[in-house]
């Protein structure tokens, strides 16, 4: 048996306990962290957790503006999945996002889907990333592609440099029929159907291609309303799911409404209004790009920031084996701030190997 190096007679109990103490311990620490571990950018210390809490999980702020804890991760592969760009470690998320990825690969295989190219998630506590996103910072958002899984596990060089699809007519707004298929469509209702989905981002041209194969009738518009058009979103889908049980510091989206959205508010997107680029007021400097700090975030972060970690990233992995009490059992220290701050430089953590048999 493995020594984890918990005293004998240590119950779970206690165990529970004294993980629980250290956490608050942490919070009542961090709460009020000032100086200059404050001061710098939140997407630098984000993006140097190269693991997740132990804690429950629970998301803070907006999908925008937050973190989460006890993020696990989706598994580098399954049977009907495979993650892709792994060197970014942002295959991380809410258990529940993670548990419905799963579920969507499955359903979406019986659907005739070949399988799930999952694009990313979150970082291991959440926050801002150094590149790439504005939202995914509470572990509910989730990219996937729209490019079929092929039949072959990929390389780790093959998922950092093979490029998703385009769905796109060539310098046009609208699908290109040889590219988009009823299969893709599908795959969309399937996502959109399930009640934990809050909203879909999808290009404009994906969403009016959906409203002509879905649209005329009235029995999809609780799923077709979460569709909603957005720049980007050309090769791949972004999946977010509503705030969930036991995340009461989770600030919520406004609702999607009713109706399908095929009408006057999909109608703009095909004018030039959305596409033309601003123009700069006369006689004013262009503002300098606010730089997003942990005092601009919840305060719970500062606590996510620097509450104990799993020993390995395998204990945290959503597999049908995840056990969070042995996570806990396993939990280490992680830097103070104070140490994050000092480097600019990510933590690019190991990336795994061939999985076992």
């Not at 100086?35 to 809490?53: E, N, V």
């Not at 990233?313 to 992680?334: H, K």
Request: hydrophobic content about 40%.
């Amino acid at each position: 048996m493995m020594n984890l190096g918990i005293p004998a007679g240590f119950s779970g109990v206690s165990l529970r306990k004294a993980v629980s103490a250290l956490v608050v311990a942490t919070a009542a620490v961090t709460a009020g962290c000032g100086g200059a571990a404050a001061q710098q950018a939140a997407k630098q210390l984000f993006g140097r957790a190269s693991l997740p809490t132990v804690s429950a999980p629970a998301s803070y702020g907006f999908y925008s503006k937050g973190c989460v804890a006890g993020a696990v991760a989706m598994p580098v592969d399954g049977p009907t999945w495979q993650v892709m760009r792994l060197e970014r470690n942002r295959r991380w998320g809410h258990p529940k996002l993670i548990s419905l990825l799963q579920k969507l690969s499955r359903e979406a295989v019986q659907d005739g889907w070949p399988g799930l190219l999952i694009g990313d998630i979150s970082q291991p506590r959440g926050g801002p990333m150094l590149s790439g996103h504005a939202s995914h910072q509470i572990g509910l958002d989730a990219d996937i592609w729209l490019t079929p899984m092929p039949n072959r596990r990929l390389s780790v060089a093959e998922r950092a440099n093979m490029s998703a699809v385009s769905m796109l007519k060539k310098n046009s707004l609208y699908v290109d029929p040889k590219k988009w298929s009823p299969a893709r469509g599908k795959l969309l209702a399937r996502a959109a159907s399930y009640p934990e989905v809050q909203r879909i981002f999808v290009h404009p041209g994906i969403k009016k291609a959906m409203c002509d194969t879905y649209g005329a009738s009235h029995a999809n518009d609780y799923w077709m309303n979460k569709l909603r058009p957005y720049w980007g979103h050309y090769y791949h889908f972004h999946v977010r799911l509503f705030c969930q049980d036991g995340s009461p510091g989770c600030k919520p989206q406004q609702s999607t409404g009713s109706g399908n959205g095929c009408g006057k508010s999909l109608a703009w997107w095909f004018t030039s209004e959305p596409w033309a680029p601003k123009k700069p007021k006369s006689g004013k400097k262009p503002a300098k790009p606010h730089v997003v700090t942990l005092n601009d975030l919840p305060k719970a972060c500062a606590a996510v920031l620097e509450a104990p970690a799993p020993a390995d990233a395998s204990l945290v992995t959503l597999t049908a084996g995840y056990d969070p009490e042995m996570a806990r059992a396993t939990a280490v220290p992680v830097p103070a701030l104070s140490r994050m701050a000092a480097s600019r430089l990510p933590v690019i953590p190991p990336i795994p190997a061939k999985r076992p048999n």
